[in-house]
């Protein structure tokens, strides 16, 4: 199996910056596609920042300029700078992976538990 844990979340004042990590662990032989979603109470989960296995990012509108997303290939971790935060980024931040496992030759998606950001006014 693949097993994405999440770090970093937590309460920051606006203006301020958290880090979130990944780190996906089990039977992965590649890993393509990295991202990071939002998701906030009665609302559609909805893409932040996503990066390929080369390097490649995109990101919403809402983050460019504020938000980072980076990735490490050799620890399976994927990573989100986010500064100059704002209270409509509160949400519960959810990592996305696209990986292979040892022995299948197609490619899944897993998702982490989710950890919650919170930007005080």
């Known amino acids: 199996q693949v097993q994405l844990v999440e770090s970093g979340g937590g309460l920051v004042q606006a203006g301020g910056s958290l880090r979130l990590s990944c780190a996906a662990s089990g039977s992965i032989s590649r890993i393509n596609d990295m991202g990071w979603y939002r998701q906030d109470p009665g609302k559609q989960r909805e893409l932040v920042a996503a990066?390929?296995?080369?390097?490649?990012?995109n990101y919403a509108d809402s983050v460019k300029g504020r938000f980072t997303i980076s990735r490490d290939n050799a620890k399976n971790t994927v990573y989100l700078q986010m500064n100059a935060l704002k209270p409509e980024d509160t949400a519960v931040y959810y990592c996305?992976?696209?990986?292979?496992?040892?022995?299948?030759?197609?490619?899944?998606?897993?998702w982490g538990q989710g950890t919650q950001v919170t930007v005080s006014s």
């Open positions: 996305n992976v696209e990986a292979q496992r040892w022995g299948l030759s197609n490619f899944l998606k897993y």
């Open positions: 990066i390929t296995r080369s390097g490649s990012t």
